[in-house]
């Protein structure tokens, strides 16, 4: 499924402006802890979480995922959003809590 394709489906809101997405997701991984991501993240997975800090964006990078779901309604920052666009990274926010964030995606076959 590609991003743009969940966006439509889910409801949630696209954060960050004028970035591609069309890429695949092949899947979705949940988790805040960053160094625990970062061991088990895999390539194409659209990554929810409710962390909100710059260290998102490195380690969405360097797992390869497809796009970051800020859920719970965690307040996304314009500085967020502005090293995101810089990153080539789409940023999704939910404001449905992580769980119920992630049953949406499973019930779209994710």
Not at 62 to 68: A, I, K
Not at 77 to 101: C, F, G, H, M, R
Request: overall charge negative.
């Amino acid at each position: 499924m590609k991003i743009s394709e969940l966006i439509e489906k889910t409801g949630f809101s696209l954060a960050t402006r004028n970035l591609e997405t069309e890429a695949e997701v092949t899947g979705v991984y949940c988790g805040d802890l960053l160094s625990w991501v970062m061991g088990r993240g895999e390539p194409g997975q659209a990554w929810i979480t409710v962390q909100v800090h710059n260290n998102v964006i490195a380690v969405a990078l360097l797992r390869e995922f497809s796009c970051v779901i800020i859920a719970d309604g965690a307040m996304v920052s314009e500085d967020l959003i502005q090293k995101a666009e810089e990153e080539q990274l789409v940023l999704i926010e939910s404001n449905l809590p992580v769980y119920e964030t992630a049953q949406k995606l499973n019930a779209l076959g994710l």
